[in-house]
């Protein structure tokens, strides 16, 4: 089930603030720290790591492994990179996403895992989440409910570390100030590469849905029906060619 079904049918508006942030904050130092604190929200974990690999020109190997941040607690040392237990599996992958799952061998030194993996070309995009050893192994349902967010969480890692690349610095700051936010910002950023056109309204409301906004909420503030905002939001997400939150999210990071 992916985030679409899955929310459309049970609204977290705390989640969609989150997932605002965590849009907002894409090429910030802050980036894994707030798909940390989304992740740990929806599926308790200890730490989180972000890394793009990139394979040699024969792809039978990786010539390079970028730490695209890291939160929770700090690790226990680990072998090289290099060595790692699912190498063969990322470097070997077809499909777009593959999804790992690695119980701790030694008590004392590994970790419950779940690894999170997206493809293109000859580039590999990674999310690491980790349970210490002490702590339960993830759940079928835990490791269902990743799955269901790394439809959004692996588009933006993507995101993420272009915006690294092109070295932009960012400050990561709160989405709640609209008008001096970031996310207003890069909205108004994407909305120019895709030469798309929104009226003020539709920009109103795909910012409010963006930052956790309700439809009753908007409603109030721009002093409205409901009836209009969810017209606004047809409006807005036919331009765009998305569907909803989530389709939204997804085109914010460039997906």
């Not at 609204?11 to 603030?17: H, R």
């Not at 004392?108 to 999310?127: E, F, M, P, T």
Request: glycine residues 6%; proline residues 5%.
């Amino acid at each position: 089930m992916k985030l679409t079904a899955s929310l459309e049918h049970r609204p977290d508006p705390q989640l969609y603030l989150q997932l605002g942030e965590l849009i907002a904050s894409s090429g910030a130092n802050g980036f894994a720290e707030q798909m940390f604190h989304l992740v740990d929200a929806q599926v308790p974990v200890h730490r989180l790591e972000l890394s793009e690999w990139t394979l040699d020109p024969r792809q039978t190997s990786i010539s390079r492994i970028k730490l695209l941040g890291s939160a929770g607690a700090e690790p226990p040392p680990s072998a090289d990179a290099l060595r790692h237990p699912l190498l063969q599996s990322i470097i070997q992958m077809k499909d777009p996403l593959l999804i790992e799952f690695k119980a701790p061998a030694n008590a004392h030194h590994s970790a419950h895992q779940c690894h999170l993996v997206s493809r293109s070309g000859d580039r590999r995009w990674v999310i690491c989440f980790h349970r210490l050893p002490t702590q339960r192994a993830f759940t079928l349902a835990e490791l269902s409910q990743l799955k269901t967010l790394s439809d959004t969480l692996l588009p933006l890692v993507e995101h993420h570390g272009q915006r690294l690349g092109q070295s932009v610095q960012r400050s990561g700051s709160p989405v709640s100030d609209l008008d001096n936010g970031s996310l207003r910002h890069s909205f108004t950023e994407r909305l120019a590469q895709e030469a798309v056109k929104l009226s003020s309204r539709e920009q109103e409301v795909c910012l409010g849905l963006l930052t956790g906004g309700t439809v009753p909420e908007m409603a109030q503030r721009l002093n409205v029906k409901n009836s209009s905002i969810e017209t606004y939001l047809k409006r807005a997400t036919a331009k765009l060619r998305v569907s909803g939150r989530h389709g939204l999210a997804k085109w914010m990071a460039g997906a």
